[in-house]
């Protein structure tokens, strides 16, 4: 008999714990991920994202996966490219401004036509300006 109760007891726990899970799983609406998992052996000659003093160049045309930390004086920003999608290169970023609790979500989402090619961005104490490319972005 304590052996069923216990068995029972046990199977209870498991449903219990199954029904925790899947309560808190919410599965995203949106397709764009906001995250992206970085090549371990990046080089400096082949990234998408390439960062010269105070300028920061993307290459949507080449359009590769790629993450990067943009450290400046009162913060970061952080740019991810996804890949090619229809013609455009899909861009995630955000950023914070003197915030060490910034949970390092990557909010902004971008889709930009390949055509733009390499384009130039700078950075400053508060950020990399990415105002050029906004009308691209959600």
Same mark, same amino acid.
């Given at each position: ?10 199977? $209870?726990? +498991?449903?219990?714990?199954? *029904?925790? %899970?899947?309560?808190?799983? =919410?599965?995203?609406? !949106?397709? &764009? ?36 930390? $943009?450290? +400046?004086?009162?913060?970061? *920003?952080? %740019?991810?490219?996804?890949? =090619?999608?229809?013609? !455009?290169? &899909? ?48």
């Amino acid at each position: 008999m304590k052996k069923v109760l216990f068995i029972i007891f046990g199977i $209870i726990i +498991v449903l219990v714990a199954i *029904t925790i %899970i899947l309560t808190r799983y =919410k599965p995203s609406d !949106n397709s &764009i991920p906001t995250t992206v998992k970085p090549k371990p052996n990046y080089s400096e000659t082949t990234r998408t994202i390439k960062k010269d003093g105070e300028i920061v160049y993307i290459d949507f045309e080449q359009c590769t996966e790629d993450l990067r930390r $943009i450290d +400046v004086a009162f913060g970061s *920003t952080t %740019i991810g490219v996804v890949g =090619k999608d229809n013609g !455009n290169c &899909i861009l995630i970023y955000g950023g914070e401004v003197e915030n060490p609790n910034w949970d390092g979500e990557l909010k902004n989402k971008c889709s930009i036509p390949i055509s733009l090619g390499k384009t130039t961005f700078k950075s400053g104490p508060y950020g990399v300006d990415l105002s050029t490319i906004s009308q691209y972005c959600n």
